[in-house]
C-alpha cells in the first residue's frame, strides 16, 4: 500500500497499529501494509468497526482486550488481518473483512475475481489484463 494510506491508517488508529514503526526483529507490522491500494477501504472499515467495538464494551464496563495488528498482507489472493486481542465479535469482523477482499480488487477496489496462473490475485477486468 502506498505510504500516505499506510500513515493514514496508522494516524486514524493509534492503537491498533501501534507496533508499525518498530524493528522488523519485534514486528512483522515494520514491513508495513503488504498488499495494493484498493484494499484501503475494507482495512479501513474494519479498523473503525474494531476500535468503536471496544471503546464501546470499555464504556459498559466489559474489557475487551485490545487489538493490535501483527501483520496485513496478501496471502493467496485476499487480505490476511493477523492480530492479538479482541473477542469473538473481532473474530467475526476480520473473517468478514479477509472474505470481501475475495471479491475486491486489491489494485483498485472495485469489484473483482480471485484466480490467476502461479500468482493469485484479486482483481477487477481491467487489472487483470
Excluded at 474489557?63 to 493467496?76: C, D, N, S, T
Excluded at 468478514?96 to 500468482?119: D, K, L, R
Aim: hydrophobic letters at 35%; proline letters at 2%.
Amino acid at each position: 500500500m502506498n505510504q500516505e494510506l499506510d500513515d493514514l491508517l496508522c494516524k486514524k488508529y493509534p492503537k491498533i497499529f501501534a507496533e508499525r514503526h518498530l524493528s522488523e526483529m519485534q514486528t512483522c507490522m515494520y514491513w508495513g501494509f503488504s498488499h495494493a491500494d484498493g484494499w484501503f477501504n475494507i482495512i479501513d472499515q474494519l479498523c473503525a468497526n474494531i476500535q468503536n467495538h471496544i471503546d464501546w464494551k470499555a464504556k459498559n464496563g466489559h474489557v475487551v482486550p485490545q487489538v493490535v495488528a501483527e501483520q496485513v498482507k496478501e496471502k493467496f489472493g485476499t487480505l490476511r488481518f493477523y492480530y492479538r486481542g479482541g473477542d469473538e465479535v473481532i473474530d467475526g469482523m476480520v473473517r468478514m473483512a479477509e472474505s470481501m477482499s475475495g471479491v475486491t480488487c486489491e489494485e483498485c477496489g472495485a469489484p473483482g475475481v480471485t484466480g490467476g496462473q502461479g500468482w493469485i490475485k484479486t482483481l477487477c477486468e481491467t487489472h487483470r489484463k
